[in-house]
């Protein structure tokens, strides 16, 4: 074995440990314990054994045909996983019925199917190519039915809250899955494409892995996945409240107001100011001062856009747009608009 194999061999491997490390976090030493995070946890093992049968196929000698059947089975288990999964993060209080269990049946038919398989019959039978093949080509249409199906349900998800206003949380999941099934299908196109006359070297699909393993555990830190669930798509009186204060500060132009503060507002609608900094974050994904600030800069750029204003000093468009300052106008100008006002006025001229 020379240099560049032992190298390949690390590379692919990387993804492998650092997946089922991922997936022991998520299963045993994540804190708060949830149906999604054990389906998330249960695909990363099987995949990880699924790529694990693809790196010793590659480098090793002599891999026993029990193996390589059983390795090609597992993925008929990573379909239904990631649909039940998807299923958890989008709809609240999600849990597993015996319909749900149905949808294993081709795993259990070929698995143990699979299990009769002997080195004898794969090296000698002339059924062998005709058998792997269609079985190959089932596994992998199912995969990606299931991918198909999983990003279908995102879709509809995300389309059912068109008319609506999402929080951040379910920005997030919806962020996430989207990431996660992409993942899937460019794991998939590189086994694919590996069978399709050799396009790639097989090695690829164990790299590709661990390429996707590493950006999707980062992207499911930062967008908190692990912390989520379909929980967040309850209906609440949160969405009626946030649109409750749209309504007083957008439709009826509080934000005018260079007095208006979170605990003004708090007292204006009988809520805490804990609870409106909350919502406002959760919906509006902004802190109150800029949340307030953003439809300040919306009115100072039309003023400031409007020919016949051009009599009107920078001054007085902050104040008239509920800056109690000149100074806190350029700072909040120059943070939603990338400039200054004055420099955004000259542009326009």
Avoid at 3 to 21: K, P, R, T
Avoid at 31 to 54: C, D, E, P, Q, W
Avoid at 275 to 296: G, K
Wanted: net charge positive; aromatic share 14%; glycine share 4%.
């Amino acid at each position: 074995m020379d240099l560049l194999e032992i190298l390949l061999i690390i590379l692919s491997s990387a993804g492998l440990l650092h997946g089922i490390l991922f997936a022991l976090y998520l299963c045993i030493f994540k804190k708060k314990k949830t149906l999604t995070n054990l389906l998330l946890g249960l695909i990363l093992v099987f995949m990880a054994f699924r790529i694990g049968k693809s790196v010793m196929l590659n480098f090793g000698d002599g891999l026993e045909p029990i193996f390589i059947f059983a390795g090609l089975t597992i993925l008929l288990l990573i379909g239904p996983l990631l649909r039940w999964y998807v299923l958890g993060m989008t709809r609240p209080n999600f849990t597993l019925t015996k319909s749900h269990y149905l949808e294993l049946i081709p795993f259990v038919l070929i698995f143990i199917a699979s299990l009769f398989v002997t080195k004898e019959w794969y090296e000698s039978s002339k059924l062998v190519i005709i058998i792997f093949g269609s079985g190959l080509i089932f596994i992998y249409l199912h995969l990606a039915f299931y991918i198909a199906i999983s990003w279908m349900i995102m879709k509809r998800v995300k389309k059912a809250h068109e008319t609506t206003l999402l929080t951040k949380s379910q920005r997030s999941i919806l962020d996430w899955l989207r990431f996660l099934i992409i993942g899937l299908v460019v794991i998939w196109a590189s086994y694919v494409l590996n069978i399709l006359d050799d396009a790639i070297p097989y090695v690829v699909g164990p790299m590709a892995y661990s390429l996707t393993i590493y950006f999707l555990s980062y992207k499911a830190f930062q967008l908190k996945a692990a912390d989520l669930d379909g929980d967040v798509f309850k209906a609440n009186e949160n969405h009626a409240l946030f649109n409750e204060i749209i309504q007083l500060v957008v439709d009826k132009k509080w934000y005018l107001e260079p007095d208006l503060s979170l605990s003004k507002l708090s007292k204006m609608v009988g809520k805490s100011t804990q609870l409106i900094s909350s919502v406002i974050n959760e919906h509006a994904r902004q802190n109150f001062n800029d949340f307030i600030n953003y439809y300040r800069i919306q009115d100072a750029k039309e003023l400031l856009s409007n020919i016949e204003n051009e009599k009107f000093t920078i001054s007085s468009i902050a104040f008239d747009t509920g800056f109690s300052s000149l100074s806190s106008f350029n700072s909040a100008f120059k943070k939603f608009e990338s400039t200054t006002p004055s420099a955004y006025r000259k542009q326009l001229s």
